[in-house]
């Protein structure tokens, strides 16, 4: 079992930076691969950047260039980077946590909670 906990969602400005956290618990950090998800009010569970146990990281086209994924397991924490934001960002932000990597939700065994990323125009 993986409990997943994020943090450092908020409201920024459009262009503006936000650094989201994923905390997870347990010994295990290292033999799970990572997600990050976000979905808005109406929409589906939208796939945005993973990182394999090795490192290894996949964006969707809508954040590749924009948003870096990584890991931390010094802390046991994964990281998403976010830069030049835009309102359509605005989203309720998952990270997601399974064995192999994925680049669908189906694909993750344990999520957070979410935390919210509201962009203003």
């Known amino acids: 079992q993986v409990q997943l906990v994020e943090s450092g969602g908020g409201l920024v400005q459009a262009g503006g930076s936000l650094r989201l956290s994923c905390a997870t618990s347990?010994?295990?950090?290292?033999?799970?691969?990572l997600g990050w998800f976000r979905q808005a009010p109406g929409k589906e569970r939208e796939f945005l950047a993973a990182?394999?146990?090795?490192?290894?990281?996949y964006y969707a086209d809508s954040v590749k260039g924009r948003f870096t994924i990584s890991r931390d397991s010094a802390k046991n924490t994964a990281i998403l980077q976010m830069n030049s934001l835009k309102p359509e960002d605005t989203a309720v932000y998952y990270c997601?946590?399974?064995?192999?990597?994925?680049?669908?939700?189906?694909?993750?065994?344990?999520w957070g909670q979410g935390t919210q990323v509201t962009v203003s125009s």
């Open positions: 990182i394999s146990r090795n490192g290894n990281t």
């Open positions: 997601a946590a399974t064995k192999i990597v994925a680049l669908t939700a189906r694909g993750y065994d344990y």
């Open positions: 347990g010994r295990t950090f290292s033999s799970y691969a």
